[in-house]
């Protein structure tokens, strides 16, 4: 008897847990890179199983889907992604999974920053909203909505998770104004690989100059590079920074026909993997913050 009753309530436990892992992971989504990937964890926890497309380190600029991402697509109840051009293979991506996922952009409701001098037509609008960190709120609460409306049971748990997870933005926000407000305005000036920094440059006042423009697949002219030569040598610009997601050949030959110094690696498009500096977004913007202070500073 005992025997029974312990295989008995043995089973019941087993399926009792499969069960509480159904409820957990009750929302399969896709998010087209890493910075949303993360925005999407902290929103909804355990009870979304995400995959990610464009991993770590990853370059979601010239990016190439695999049939895998079209089935992780396929099989997905959402798919966040980021819109203003940033994706430019998504469109069709999702034609070819045939999904019927409900299609996500997450930077719905931030006014886009336009570049006058854009050399081709998806290089006229910059993307990048999540480098300021009010727009980064936005991304969490567009995220938060659409969870809710996919899965209603789970609204307590993503409630709670956004709050608390804005709440974390808002003392990242206060963190870099209290950092920046401490350099000199005549040295808020770098140069960076492309131009991905404009929506930081906007919110709190750090003037970025790129050799290439909003996507790493524009060509950078040796025009544009004597210009920014040029710039660095007259406006004193005293750093030129590295990116994880692109080649450092050319600001490394910059740094050395100028005389600036390398302030180190800014992360702009994607985060790193758990070992290195900015595996979520907090530590992404608090580590580009260290390193520009670092080298504003010095």
Do not use: C
């Not at 909505?145 to 709670?160: E, I, K, R």
Request: charged fraction near 20%.
């Amino acid at each position: 008897m005992l025997s029974r009753r312990f295989f008995l309530g043995t089973a019941l436990a087993t399926v009792a847990g499969a069960f509480a892992r159904a409820e957990q992971a009750a929302t399969r989504a896709v998010a087209s890179f890493s910075i949303l990937a993360d925005f999407a964890r902290n929103v909804g926890g355990e009870r979304v199983e995400l995959a990610t497309l464009v991993g770590p380190n990853g370059n979601a600029h010239v990016y190439a889907p695999s049939p895998a991402d079209a089935k992780r697509v396929a099989d997905a109840r959402l798919v966040f992604v980021n819109g203003m051009g940033f994706e430019g293979w998504l469109d069709r991506l999702v034609k070819a999974s045939g999904t019927k996922a409900t299609i996500v952009v997450a930077s719905r409701g931030i006014k886009a920053r336009e570049r006058a001098n854009g050399s081709v037509e998806h290089d006229k609008i910059d993307p990048h909203a999540w480098q300021s960190v009010s727009n980064a709120k936005i991304y969490v609460e567009n995220i938060r909505n659409a969870l809710l409306a996919a899965d209603p049971a789970g609204s307590s748990l993503y409630d709670t998770h956004a709050a608390r997870y804005l709440a974390q933005l808002d003392t990242l926000e206060r963190e870099v104004r209290e950092a920046i407000a401490k350099i000199p305005s005549d040295r808020r000036r770098v140069i960076s690989t492309h131009d991905a920094f404009g929506y930081f440059d906007a919110a709190y006042g750090i003037h970025f100059v790129a050799p290439q423009g909003v996507s790493t697949e524009t060509e950078v002219s040796a025009r544009d590079i004597a210009a920014i030569i040029g710039q660095i040598r007259t406006q004193k610009i005293p750093a030129v920074f590295l990116e994880n997601v692109t080649d450092p050949r050319l600001m490394r030959q910059i740094a050395s026909e100028t005389g600036a110094k390398i302030g180190g690696v800014l992360y702009s498009d994607a985060l790193t993997d758990a070992s290195g500096d900015a595996p979520t977004y907090i530590d992404m913007v608090r580590h580009n913050l260290k390193q520009l202070t670092g080298a504003l500073l010095s």
